[in-house]
């Protein structure tokens, strides 16, 4: 017998204030707006349907906001019968840490990396976790998909068997992988993301393209959750673990709304239909599993290892000195020709907050997938990749996109640009650039 792929359904349980009028809990965790709910309650509704387990990473940071109705919600899932795990935003600390340790200075996103604050993290979230089950927590999701090796190593000491941090997309580009083992013994499971030019990167529900505006978009979103998930484990093997990323306001995000007020109160009907055909369409063919069944899969399914440096490795590379070096390098290697930068995403933006080697090299433009949506960027014209007319001879590119973009690499290629000597791929090892021959 063929063993059936494997998917867990997670939801991110939250509820920041910026993100409702009011009524923060009962809006956007049990999503109880006019008479009705649409909320995590809900969706566990619609789940018992098909005889799926969901996994809630509770943010038990929010503690800090909302005291003892955190755990209200921790108890409601565990009687539920789904899988309560923990997640943590770690900004929710800020008063709290500046108070506890005045002696550190550091923002709250380098806290994971120092052992002081990684350790008061992980036994704050241990205590409220214990306060709604009597069950051992055994996985961890951090706040905008945060880790660092000090809280990695807090999270083994604690007992913690896994975390399920890891997005190689965000918030620091990392190698693109599937579920594996970090050489202390902590297991990860992976955002799923697929690499390639598929129009669907990432397993998000609330990505734009797979969410419903209208009830004929259904059907076409689930080509699109047929097509992902085919290709993933085609990409990453029959025994990868892939996860969907829901979030407990998940059937409540209205476009105009949301970018109007920054509010999630307005129930999407088609949202939770499509999600409930999700699980119909798939129950027969994916082995849906919670968080805690993954770690308990036998060793096979965690056979990639990893150290720590592997995963800090490419980020290394935003550090004010190395930017430095490489503004020098560039200058050397591009010889005269007009120097552009091909992307204005996450990257970029670490770059200039770190360097900004692009005023310093007098960047004249930038290239962007979007530019047809946003002709300006710091200044500079922005232009598709077609419109810059860039060629080896007069152009050199600082390439600052994510490594999942192979496309955008390979149109560079054909073009006749050489790695190394006509562009510098700052997040690929040895694309640094070097002294051109002719």
């Known amino acids: ?218 059907e076409l979103i689930l080509r699109l959750y047929e097509n992902f998930l085919g290709d993933f484990y085609k990409y990453y093997g029959a025994d990868a673990v892939s996860s969907l990323v829901m979030h407990s306001w998940s059937f409540c995000y209205d476009a105009k709304r949301y970018q109007t007020k920054g509010f999630l109160d307005r129930p999407n009907r088609h949202a939770a239909e499509l999600f409930e055909r999700f699980l119909a369409l798939f129950c027969n063919k994916i082995d849906f599993i919670t968080a805690s069944q993954a770690v308990q899969l036998e060793n096979g399914y965690f056979s990639k290892k990893m150290g720590f440096s592997e995963v800090s490795s490419l980020y290394s590379v935003m550090e004010s000195w190395k930017l430095k070096n490489l503004a020098g390098q560039i200058r050397e290697t591009a010889a005269g020709r007009q120097i552009v930068v091909w992307g204005k995403g996450l990257i970029e933006n670490k770059i200039v907050e770190t360097q900004d080697i692009f005023t310093l090299l007098g960047v004249k433009f930038y290239i962007s997938q979007d530019a047809e949506s946003n002709r300006n960027w710091r200044g500079r014209p922005v232009v598709t990749f077609e419109e810059s007319e860039i060629t080896p001879e007069k152009h050199y590119v600082i390439l600052c996109t994510q490594l999942i973009f192979s496309d955008i690499r390979e149109k560079l290629k054909r073009a006749g640009f050489l790695e190394n000597c006509d562009y510098c791929d700052v997040l690929k090892s040895g694309s640094w650039p070097k002294a051109k021959t002719y």
């Open 1 to 218: 017998m063929v063993n059936k792929p494997k998917l867990i359904v997670t939801v991110d349980t939250e509820a920041f204030s910026m993100r409702a009028p009011d009524k923060f809990i009962d809006t956007l965790v049990y999503g109880r707006i006019d008479g009705e709910e649409w909320g995590i309650g809900r969706m566990m509704d619609i789940a018992d349907k098909y005889g799926v387990k969901m996994t809630f990473f509770l943010d038990f940071a929010e503690m800090e906001y909302y005291g003892d109705e955190i755990i209200n919600v921790g108890k409601y899932i565990v009687c539920r019968g789904h899988d309560l795990q923990i997640h943590c935003h770690a900004d929710c600390f800020i008063e709290t840490v500046n108070k506890k340790f005045p002696h550190i200075h550091k923002r709250y996103p380098d806290w994971y990396e120092d052992d002081e604050i990684s350790d008061f993290m992980v036994e704050y979230c241990l205590e409220q976790y214990h306060k709604c089950t009597d069950k051992a927590p055994i996985i961890f999701r951090g706040g905008a998909y945060r880790f660092g090796t000090a809280f990695l190593r807090k999270l083994k000491e604690r007992g913690v068997a896994a975390d399920a941090s890891y997005n190689c997309l965000r918030p620091n580009p990392l190698p693109i992988t599937k579920q594996f083992a970090f050489e202390n013994g902590i297991l990860e499971l992976p955002i799923s993301v697929l690499p390639g030019k598929s129009p669907v990167h990432t397993l998000n529900f609330n990505l734009e393209l797979l969410y419903p505006t209208v009830k004929g978009d259904i």
